[in-house]
């Protein structure tokens, strides 16, 4: 019989909250999972090793991007499935793997759905599965973390965005896969394991979280002007073709800058730093998905 066992960020809520994600599990005969609820994200490692070290073979993961990308650095390399019910902000991850934001979908997923070897970005010892980057998103993000988010939702992120359009750009030396690749001027580095943000917004044409590969993208673009031509291009799909952005994929991206500059990996907002380390690790972890993926 499946081990089944639950982390869940307590702030977060869907339908009929947790209460009906307990519910929903009952229903398809896991009335015994391993239950733990965390206030904080970052709570969750301690969380999910308590879950392996209990024999978990699926770990419901039950929160935004945040807490997932804590449950994923802990599950990659081990034998257990990730179980995402999407329960944040922007749900990235599920979005682009195709998960519903719905609990009764969810968890049919989780218990009987298909099961996909994914890659996961590591960046400065920590993984990830979306997209990690320093600049313009960092700051954003963490302007717009806590109290803000929970008010405004995803227009946090607009007011906040507007704010950190006025960060001035730093320079930064970019090399992938041990040769150089950039030097100059820059005010967003991201790097993506999938392609789409919120809305369906594309980011990265190419990116696959199977491939085996990394994509990078840099933003020179200074000022509101600027900006708003990379943004409209971003919004129509075609990032690339913004004379302020240039785009590559990899497997190693070695990173240096000329002053500490915040960084984020998830929608996780993490310390300054002038040095960025970001590895590719190819089938890292196994996700439930929907089988029709």
């Not at 509101?224 to 919004?235: I, S, V």
Request: aromatic share 6%; with cysteine.
């Amino acid at each position: 019989m499946t081990k089944v066992a639950v982390v869940a960020h307590s702030g977060k809520t869907l339908g009929d909250g947790l209460l009906g994600l307990r519910r929903a599990l009952e229903e398809r005969g896991v009335d015994k999972p391993l239950w733990a609820e965390v206030p904080k994200s970052r709570k969750a490692p301690k969380q999910v090793e308590r879950a392996l070290e209990w024999g978990a073979d699926v770990v419901f993961a039950w929160g935004g991007d945040g807490l997932v990308q804590q449950c994923l650095n802990e599950l990659a390399g081990t034998d257990a499935a990730l179980a995402i019910v999407p329960a944040g902000t922007a749900n990235l991850l599920a979005t682009n793997l195709e998960i519903p934001k719905d609990i009764e979908k969810a968890v049919e997923i989780g218990l009987t759905g298909g099961r996909r070897r994914l890659d996961v970005g590591r960046l400065n010892g920590e993984r990830f599965g979306v997209m990690a980057g320093a600049g313009f998103d960092a700051s954003m993000i963490s302007d717009a973390d806590g109290t803000l988010k929970d008010h405004l939702g995803r227009a946090a992120y607009v007011w906040t965005g507007a704010r950190a359009l006025r960060t001035k750009p730093f320079k930064a030396k970019i090399a992938i896969d041990g040769a150089s690749w950039y030097s100059g001027k820059a005010s967003c580095i991201l790097v993506g394991n999938v392609g789409h943000l919120s809305g369906g917004v594309e980011v990265f044409e190419r990116a696959e979280p199977d491939d085996g590969m990394l994509d990078i993208g840099v933003v020179t673009a200074d000022g509101l002007m600027q900006w708003g031509r990379t943004l409209a291009r971003t919004a129509a799909g075609h990032p690339d073709r913004s004379p302020f952005v240039r785009v590559t994929s990899g497997r190693k991206f070695d990173v240096k800058l000329d002053r500490k500059v915040r960084y984020e990996l998830d929608g996780g907002d993490r310390v300054k730093t002038k040095e960025l380390k970001v590895r590719i690790e190819p089938k890292a972890v196994t996700i439930c998905v929907p089988r029709a993926a």
